[in-house]
């Protein structure tokens, strides 16, 4: 049979045992000379049909540059291409280093870092086994320090993406709990529930993958029966669909020590207006949606949001395709 990149034999990724602190000491030191932008976030915490859910306003998400497609290709600078000395936390992965961990240069929260592979792989692509299990490999080296970490993958034109470079986004969860004050824990934890995905206003597909790290073979086995259900949401067809190359949607995919979830995405967001129904922004959601978190960057949107929170609610409602259970 051919050996195809997700059926290869390879060993269970290695990370440097002490993960949490070397991300911590990399990025104070890139604060401290503003190689990274992090301005402390506001938060606030609203409930969408029973959920606790985070608006978190973020400054530096201002600054952060638009994908490709609305810039002009030929000058858009490829921050994962080779990471300066820098922002790289340390290459990982079989020799050679199939990945990097580094700093986001615009972090929505402290150490907020990403997981690029170290060659060029398209974004829209699928992922293959060895970026499922870099990952949890990730996540395992956090659960060893009592650290939980939240992994999201942004993939498509409607799924909030800007960088054309393969990379997961990994924030560390209780930097994430930074000054909320209420009860809120990262939703795709408890999204295996199906009174929990009943609750919400897109169809979202989730498995328990507790345990399934290694070299990421099952978990791609799972990623692609979630992908499957995703695709067939949005395209009404079980069949023609193909698990290598070009992703046929846009989607998030999220993972927790225990869960991995998709949400297909058919727009990245919807407008935002104040009480006098003039518009102030657009709310763009990514995968940060499948912790129960909206980023927010600019300040009338924080306002206009925070007086109408509805908003926030129809806003989820738009992003993907509606949910069944709640029709
Ligand atoms: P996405 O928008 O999902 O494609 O993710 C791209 C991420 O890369 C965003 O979270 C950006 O903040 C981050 N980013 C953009 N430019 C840089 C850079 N020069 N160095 C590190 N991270 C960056």
Request: hydrophobic content about 40%; aromatic content about 8%; charged content about 20%.
């Amino acid at each position: 049979m051919a050996t195809t990149p997700s059926n290869k034999m390879r060993p269970k990724p290695h990370l440097p045992p002490n993960l949490p602190s070397l991300v911590a000491t990399a990025f104070s030191r890139s604060v401290a000379t503003k190689t990274v932008n992090f301005y402390p976030t506001s938060v606030t915490l609203l409930t969408i049909n029973s959920i606790p859910f985070q608006l978190r306003y973020s400054p530096s998400l201002a600054s952060k540059p638009k994908p490709p497609s609305v810039t002009t290709p030929k000058l858009f600078f490829n921050p994962f291409a080779s990471p300066t000395q820098e922002m790289l936390i340390t290459p990982f992965g079989t020799s050679p280093p199939s990945h990097n961990l580094v700093l986001n240069k615009f972090a929505v929260v402290p150490e907020h870092f990403i997981l690029s592979t170290s060659a060029f792989k398209p974004q829209t692509h699928l992922l293959e086994a060895d970026d499922l299990a870099a990952a949890y490999a990730c996540i395992d080296a956090y659960a060893r320090h009592n650290k939980e970490l939240f992994v999201f993958f942004n993939s498509g034109d409607h799924s909030g993406a800007s960088q054309p470079h393969r990379h997961l986004q990994l924030l560390p969860v209780e930097n994430m709990k930074e000054g909320l004050e209420g009860e809120w824990d990262v939703l795709a934890k408890g999204l295996t529930d199906p009174n929990t995905r009943g609750k919400l206003p897109f169809e979202v597909f989730a498995r328990d993958i507790e345990g399934l790290g290694g070299d990421g073979e099952e978990l791609r086995r799972v990623y692609l029966e979630l992908y499957n259900q995703a695709c067939e949401a949005v395209l009404g067809v079980a069949e023609d669909i193909k698990h290598e190359g070009e992703a046929q949607i846009s989607y998030n995919l999220a993972m927790t020590n225990n869960t991995m979830a998709v949400v297909p995405r058919l727009t990245e967001g919807g407008v935002v207006k104040d009480k006098d129904g003039q518009e102030v922004g657009n709310l763009a959601l990514n995968g940060t949606v499948l912790a129960g978190t909206a980023l927010v960057r600019s300040e009338m949107e924080w306002n206009a949001l925070r007086e109408d929170p509805d908003q926030v609610n129809q806003v989820l409602g738009r992003i993907g395709v509606p949910n069944r259970a709640r029709m």
